[in-house]
């Protein structure tokens, strides 16, 4: 019996991998979803509103319906859709079951691509940002308040 319960937590430990079906298959597991997501939202609501959960839920439903019914085509488009620059496409390198070691490894090549630079200096960052049209701040350092001077730093 101690060899049981030795082994156990290991035995816990072993993840599973299984394949998902995009076809019938999904359709099905969101369908089984809404279900059980609209009767637990019912009996939550059941429980504080006494007088009218039926209400409640009539309004929640629609949009875990549409959500239901449009995230495989949300998927889809981004997936076919969204072209990824080559800086945060990541495509041929993550298979699912990375480690944590191994996303730290794949952190570190994504600081090392050239483009990097764009993201991590705060200079061009911010004239990428205006470049775009996207409103940035004018500071491009901080400080603690006892190290500000006159906006420079102590």
């Not at 993550?94 to 090549?109: A, M, P, S």
């Not at 200096?121 to 990428?128: A, I, S, V």
Request: charged residues 30%; proline residues 5%.
């Amino acid at each position: 019996q101690l060899l049981i319960l030795l082994a156990m937590p290991s035995a816990m430990a072993v993840r599973t991998v299984s394949k998902v079906d995009l076809g019938n298959s999904y359709l099905a597991a969101l369908e089984e979803g809404e279900l059980r997501s609209s009767e637990r939202t019912f009996a939550r609501f059941a429980a504080a509103f006494p007088d009218c959960p039926e209400l409640q839920q009539a309004r929640l439903k629609p949009g875990r319906s549409f959500i239901a019914s449009s995230y495989k085509g949300f998927t889809d488009s981004a997936v076919n859709d969204f072209p990824l620059k080559p800086l945060f496409d990541k495509t041929g390198k993550v298979r699912g079951d990375e480690t944590y070691e191994r996303l730290v490894q794949l952190h570190i090549e994504g600081l090392l691509h050239e483009d990097v630079k764009f993201l991590e200096d705060k200079l061009l960052l911010k004239e990428m940002a205006q470049k775009l049209g996207v409103p940035a701040t004018t500071s491009y350092f901080g400080a603690h308040k006892k190290e500000w001077e006159s906006g420079k730093k102590a």
